[in-house]
């Protein structure tokens, strides 16, 4: 199956990607492995920590899911199925 | 209206709305003038230093065009908070997660419309929370980190600050069906210069 993954910000900086296209085995795929994935990529790697220790304190990135935030889910026990739409940004608290 | 947040974004929204023509607003901080503001809160000046923001901004205001009607209330926003004027529409130009949730619980109370921005650097957002929205900024930005004092420049508050005083006036032109975006948020990238819109549910 196919997950777009859209990255901003720092992230996209780092990387000099906008986002990737992962084929993943299964017709559903918990969030955590798909953030493992993604950290493969050079400038991404910060992802794997989130995924192997979750957020802690405060969330350095939002992730949504198909236009919702992962914690109003099932956390980064979310499952992603084919054609949905991950997209992981810094939220911005300054005014 | 009401600008809740008189620092980097607000000054943008309050000027750019009352150099449109705007016939009343309502300014809300607790804070005073500080020399840190000078980068980029374009209301104030050095002479400001230690005054009231409500009232150095009320001033400036005023001396852009005599004739608008501010009311300036000196104080955080909590969830008790009470408006000195029922409002058509708020503009989210706080400093902190915290407050931004008790304001949209305020808004959602009131069904009032809610025009969200942040800064951070190069990077910032704008999203309006409309009264019947499923996802709000206590869903939208849940589990995030409050970090000490995000930095911004003047240029960044006057792109995202201007975003959303555009989004206040397509409410006041044409109404909820004017907004561009409800239930969506626009993630802004002044690194390389890009807006992108992302759906919200």
Not at chain 2, 95 to 117: K, M, T
Request: net charge neutral; hydrophobic share 45%; with cysteine.
């Amino acid at each position: 199956m196919k997950v777009d993954v859209r990255v901003f910000g720092p992230l996209r900086l780092n990387s000099g990607k906008k986002g990737l296209t992962l084929e993943l085995a299964g017709p559903r795929v918990r969030l955590r492995e798909i953030l493992k994935e993604v950290a493969k990529v050079k400038g991404l790697e910060e992802l794997e920590g989130v995924a192997k220790r979750g957020f802690g304190d405060g969330a350095p990135f939002i992730i949504l899911v198909d236009g919702r935030n992962c914690l109003d889910l099932q956390g980064l026990d979310t499952e992603v199925g084919e054609g949905q739409k991950v997209s992981i940004f810094p939220p911005s608290a300054g005014g | 209206m009401v600008v809740a947040g008189v620092g980097g974004l607000g000054s943008v929204v309050a000027e750019a709305l009352v150099r449109a023509g705007i016939g009343k607003l309502c300014l809300v901080d607790y804070d005073v003038v500080s020399v840190s503001d000078l980068n980029r809160q374009i209301l104030y000046s050095h002479e400001d230093l230690g005054i009231k923001k409500v009232d150095a901004a009320t001033k400036r205001l005023l001396a852009i065009r005599p004739d608008v009607e501010i009311v300036g209330v000196q104080s955080r926003i909590t969830s008790d908070f009470k408006w000195p004027v029922e409002p058509s529409i708020v503009a989210d130009c706080l400093d902190n997660f915290d407050s931004r949730f008790a304001l949209d619980e305020i808004c959602r109370r009131q069904e009032v419309a809610l025009v969200h921005g942040g800064i951070d650097g190069l990077y910032g957002q704008v999203c309006t929370i409309l009264p019947d929205a499923v996802t709000r900024l206590p869903n939208l930005f849940k589990g995030v980190g409050q970090k000490s004092t995000p930095a911004a420049l003047g240029a960044g508050c006057m792109v995202v600050g201007g975003i959303q005083a555009l989004e206040v006036m397509n409410f006041i032109l044409k109404g909820t069906k004017g907004l561009s975006t409800s239930s969506t948020l626009l993630a802004i990238d002044l690194h390389e210069f890009s807006i992108e819109r992302l759906q919200l549910a």
